[in-house]
């Protein structure tokens, strides 16, 4: 059964450094998603992509962060400069239609 | 805003005995609702919607419009049930993101 896959798992970063983190969604999907989770908190949604264009974004996607599909299978979100608040785990997900999202295992972010 | 609820972090049951997670949401539309699953080192994965009105693994989840619930019911627990369950919601025009509920821990006990 395919699924979506993320790397790296694990990123350690210094602040202020460029993170860039990788997804390969479900090669038929159509729409893409971000969501991140801080440690002991929710689920939280940062942003969908469709049609080469970001859909919707929450308030935590500032201008710190980008996304990008680069070719016809990655799906990357970018934090240019990251903060110590932005250690959590990414979860990347992919739906065909707007309906059952799929999720990768996560790439946990630490920013020292 | 749309925000959903998931009162208890942890519940505890022995095997055998019923379960219910409770789940409950705020948005004014017609929401969908969903329960995710995340086993011990594993992904987030989907247990259910409520268009779709499936049982799955012996689980059933009924929206109840008037009480703005989506608690997730299964009669006997397994011991294999223990893991993380995260209540969702997503909404049209909403860009189909999912809000989700801080989780309950089920742990079933022997």
């Known amino acids: 059964e395919p699924e979506v896959t993320q790397t790296p798992s694990h990123q350690v970063t210094q602040m202020g450094q460029e993170v860039i983190l990788r997804c390969v969604p479900i090669s038929n999907h159509l729409y893409f998603y971000w969501y991140r989770q801080i440690l002991g908190q929710k689920v939280e949604f940062l942003v969908s992509?469709?049609?080469?264009?970001?859909?919707?974004k929450s308030e935590i996607f500032d201008d710190q962060f980008s996304v990008e599909r680069p070719d016809g299978s990655n799906f990357t979100l970018k934090i240019r400069s990251t903060k110590l608040e932005d250690s959590a785990m990414y979860f990347c997900?992919?739906?065909?239609?707007?309906?059952?999202?799929?999720f990768g295992p996560g790439t946990r972010l630490l920013v020292l | 805003a749309q925000r959903v609820t998931q009162p208890e972090k942890l519940l505890s049951v022995f095997k055998g005995a019923p379960v219910e997670l409770k789940c409950n949401y705020s948005?004014?539309?017609?929401?969908?609702l969903f329960w995710y699953v995340q086993y011990s080192r594993q992904r987030l994965q989907l247990l259910l919607r409520h268009i779709s009105r499936e049982s799955i693994k012996g689980f059933t989840a009924d929206l109840n419009k008037g009480e703005t619930s989506f608690h997730l019911k299964k009669p006997f627990a397994q011991e294999e049930d223990s893991a993380m369950y995260y209540c969702?919601?997503?909404?049209?025009?909403?860009?189909?993101?999912?809000?989700f509920g801080t989780g309950t821990q089920l742990k079933v006990e022997l």
């Open positions: 997900a992919s739906s065909y239609l707007q309906e059952t999202q799929y």
């Open positions: 969702a919601l997503s909404y049209t025009g909403g860009g189909n993101k999912l809000t």
């Open positions: 992509f469709y049609n080469n264009e970001i859909s919707e």
């Open positions: 948005y004014s539309g017609s929401p969908e």
